[in-house]
Nanobody
Framework: VQLQASGGGLVQAGGSLRLSCAAS????????LGWYRQAPGKRRELVATLTNGNIATYADAVAGRFTISRDSDALYAVSLQMNSLKPEDTATYYC?????????????WGQGTEVTVSS
């Protein structure tokens, strides 16, 4: 599975940004797509995931501000709409695909995209 992410950038606090991610390759093996983020000096953390059945899960820190959705014309492409951004949302954001099952289950990562929120 390969992931191509786009979006990100610099925005003032309270602003909005949209990230997009498109998967290719062994799409039939994908269980869910999502976004993680890693701030400097911190561990990578879950932001949001979306299952093939369109069940979304959000980190407490972003719930109510971020929305993950599937692109209308691509089952294996998702977007992350980020509203009311805060300086603490500044991080490198990574698209993630969880694929396979049992001993063949793996996580795949896209290239990181930078999000910087100025105060």
């Amino acid at each position: 599975v390969q992931l191509q992410a786009s979006g990100g950038g610099l925005v003032q606090a309270g602003g909005s940004l949209r990230l997009s991610c498109a998967a290719s390759g062994r799409l039939f093996s994908i269980n869910h797509l999502g976004w993680y983020r890693q701030a400097p000096g911190k561990r990578r953390e879950l932001v949001a995931t979306l299952t093939n059945g369109n069940i979304a899960t959000y980190a407490d820190a972003v719930a109510g501000r971020f929305t993950i959705s599937r692109d209308s014309d691509a089952l294996y492409a998702v977007s992350l709409q980020m509203n009311s951004l805060k300086p603490e949302d500044t991080a490198t954001y990574y698209c993630n695909a969880n694929a396979g099952s049992g001993s063949y289950e793996n996580d795949y990562w896209g290239q990181g995209t930078e999000v910087t929120v100025s105060s």
